[in-house]
C-alpha cells in the first residue's frame, strides 16, 4: 500500500488567498518530510521540508506544519500568486532506518484563479 | 544556482530496445537517484547510488535497469529490453550529503516505448 496520500487531488483559490494543501502519511517511522511543487513539463522543486523533531517549520510565503498523532503534514501557501499554480507534492523518508529514496504522495493540482 | 540536468529531454524507443538516459548531478553532490513518473501518477524511486555503487534499490529496479557513474560528471540509467510499462518521466536526484536534504531534481527525460 501506498506510505503517502493527499485529500484532494484539485485545490482552486482565489489569487491573494491563502491556501492550505493536505497530506497524510502511513509510516509511523518516517522522519523527514518535504514539499515538492512540479510545473508542467518539469522536474519537482524543492518547497519546504521538516524533520520529524519538529511541528512547524516557515518559509518565505510557506509554511509546513507536522502532526505526528494522526500522522499529517499540510503546506500552506500565503498571498497565492498566479506563479504558484502547479502540482505540490509531499514526501517522506525514513532516514532512521536507511532508507534513501522518497516515497511520494499522489499529488495536488493547485489553481490559482485570478 | 546549480543544477541537475538530463538528457535527452524526450527519448523515443522501440520496444525491446535497449535505452540509456543520463544525468549530470550538480558537481559536488555525492548521493545520485533516479525516479520515475507515469503521466498522471506519482513519483516513485527507483535507486539511489553511492560510493559507486547501489545503497538502495526499490521493487521497480529489477534486472533490467542498471545504473553507472561512468566518469566524474555522468550518472546513467540504462533500460536494457525496454517494454511499453517503460513509458513514463525520469528524474534524477543529486544530494550532496544525506543529512543536507533536500534531493535537487533535474527536468526530467521523457521515454516513449512504441
Known amino acids: 500500500g501506498e506510505s503517502v496520500g493527499l485529500h484532494l487531488p484539485t485545490l482552486s483559490v482565489q489569487e491573494g488567498d491563502n491556501s492550505i494543501i493536505n497530506c497524510a502519511y502511513s509510516n509511523s517511522a518516517s522522519d523527514y518530510f518535504i514539499w515538492y511543487k512540479q510545473e508542467s513539463g518539469k522536474g519537482p522543486q524543492f518547497i519546504i521540508d521538516i524533520r520529524s523533531n519538529m511541528d512547524k517549520r516557515q518559509g518565505q510565503r510557506v509554511t509546513v506544519l507536522l502532526n505526528k498523532t494522526v500522522k499529517h503534514l499540510s503546506l500552506q501557501i500565503a498571498a497565492t500568486q498566479p506563479g504558484d499554480s502547479a502540482v505540490y507534492f509531499c514526501?517522506?523518508?525514513?532516514?532512521?532506518?536507511?532508507?534513501?529514496?522518497?516515497?511520494f504522495g499522489k499529488g495536488t493540482h493547485l489553481i490559482i484563479q485570478p | 544556482e546549480p543544477e541537475v540536468t538530463q538528457t535527452p529531454s524526450h527519448q523515443v524507443t522501440q520496444m525491446g530496445q535497449e535505452v540509456i538516459l543520463r544525468c549530470v548531478p550538480i558537481?559536488?553532490?555525492?548521493?545520485f537517484y533516479w525516479y520515475r513518473q507515469i503521466l498522471g501518477q506519482k513519483v516513485e524511486f527507483l535507486v539511489s547510488?553511492?560510493?559507486?555503487?547501489?545503497?538502495?534499490k526499490s521493487e521497480i529496479f529489477d534486472d533490467q535497469f542498471s545504473v553507472e557513474r561512468p566518469d566524474g560528471s555522468n550518472f546513467t540509467l540504462k533500460i536494457r529490453s525496454t517494454k511499453l510499462e517503460d513509458s513514463a518521466m525520469y528524474f534524477c536526484?543529486?544530494?550532496?550529503?544525506?543529512?543536507?536534504?533536500?534531493?535537487?531534481f533535474g527536468d526530467g527525460t521523457r521515454l516513449s516505448i512504441l
Open positions: 536526484a543529486s544530494l550532496f550529503d544525506r543529512e543536507s536534504q533536500p534531493q535537487h
Open positions: 558537481s559536488n553532490h555525492l548521493y
Open positions: 547510488f553511492y560510493n559507486n555503487e547501489i545503497s538502495e
Open positions: 514526501a517522506e523518508k525514513n532516514s532512521g532506518g536507511g532508507a534513501d529514496g522518497l516515497t
